[in-house]
């Protein structure tokens, strides 16, 4: 099992930042994959970022969304993966969730080939 805790969720103007920590507890050797998903109220939960877990360098992948807006890292001493927001638009409010994959197979912008999922935090940009 994985524990998820997500942290840094906020009220921001648009043009703003935030940054979010996802802290993973338990088995976090048998993750493969850390994304972020986010979903608005009567939308669908969307893919946001991913980094991968073990592999030295960290490869990333990016919604066309937030590309070149934000970026997601990872510290693996401390177990954490971040999510830096920066030039916040309102159509980025939504709840954002922090997710783990222990799979190799499976698109790492699916969510359902995530096994492990925080509580969500939220995220409300105002114009």
């Known amino acids: 099992q994985v524990q998820l805790v997500e942290s840094g969720g906020g009220l921001v103007q648009a043009g703003g930042s935030l940054r979010l920590s996802c802290a993973a507890s338990?088995?976090?050797?048998?993750?493969?994959?850390m994304g972020w998903f986010r979903q608005a109220p009567g939308k669908e939960r969307e893919f946001v970022a991913a980094i991968s877990w073990s592999r030295s360098g960290g490869v990333t992948g990016y919604a066309d969304s937030v590309k070149g807006r934000f970026t997601i890292s990872r510290d693996n001493a401390k177990n954490t993966v971040y999510l830096q927001m920066n030039s916040l638009k309102p159509e980025d409010t939504a709840v954002y969730y922090c997710?783990?994959?222990?799979?190799?197979?499976?698109?790492?912008?699916?969510?359902?080939?995530?096994?492990?999922w925080g509580q969500g935090t939220q995220v409300t940009v105002s114009s």
């Open positions: 997710a783990a994959k222990t799979r190799f197979s499976g698109d790492y912008q699916g969510a359902v080939w995530y096994e492990y």
């Open positions: 338990g088995r976090t050797f048998s993750i493969y994959n």
